[in-house]
C-alpha cells in the first residue's frame, strides 16, 4: 500500500525558509513523479513543483522559481521541497503528490494534477509576521 507522509510545515516570518519533506513507501517505479501542490484560503490546489526519477527533470510554478528547489533522497525515499524568501502568498497546506507510472509532461516537465495517483494528508504553512 502506497504512503505519503508530508512533515515540516510551520509558522513562518516573511522572508523566512522552509524545508518540507514528503517520505513515500509501498511502490516500486523507475519512472515516478512527485509533486507538492499548494492549497490557499479560498483558491484551488495547484501544482507548485514536481520531479521525475527517470530523467531528473524539475518543473516550478513562475512564481517560485529561484526561491524553491525540490529535490529527492532516493536511498531514504524521500522529496523534499526547500522554500526561501517566503511570501504571504504561500499560506497554504502543502500536499506531495505521487504518479508511480509513466506518464505524460511537457517540455517543462509539468504534471497535470489529474495524473498524480497517491496523496499525502497535507501540512499547513502560514507566513505571517
Known amino acids: 500500500q502506497v504512503h505519503l507522509v508530508e512533515s515540516g510545515g510551520d509558522l513562518v516570518q516573511p522572508g523566512g525558509s522552509l524545508v518540507l519533506s514528503c517520505a513515500a513507501s509501498?511502490?516500486?517505479?523507475?519512472?515516478?513523479?512527485i509533486g507538492w501542490f499548494r492549497q490557499s484560503p479560498g483558491k484551488a490546489r495547484e501544482l507548485v513543483s514536481n520531479?521525475?526519477?527517470?530523467?531528473?527533470?524539475?518543473y516550478y510554478k513562475d512564481s517560485v522559481k529561484g526561491r524553491f528547489t525540490i529535490s529527492r533522497d532516493n536511498a531514504k525515499n524521500t522529496v523534499y521541497h526547500q522554500m526561501n524568501e517566503l511570501k504571504h502568498e504561500n499560506t497554504g497546506v502543502y500536499y506531495c503528490?505521487?504518479?508511480?507510472?509513466?506518464?505524460?509532461?511537457?517540455?517543462?516537465?509539468?504534471?497535470?494534477?489529474?495524473?498524480?495517483?497517491?496523496w499525502g494528508q497535507g501540512t499547513q504553512v502560514t507566513v505571517s509576521s
Open positions: 503528490a505521487l504518479r508511480v507510472s509513466r506518464g505524460y509532461f511537457d517540455t517543462e516537465g509539468y504534471v497535470p494534477q489529474y495524473d498524480y495517483e497517491y
Open positions: 520531479t521525475h526519477n527517470s530523467n531528473g527533470m524539475t
Open positions: 509501498g511502490f516500486t517505479s523507475d519512472y515516478y513523479a
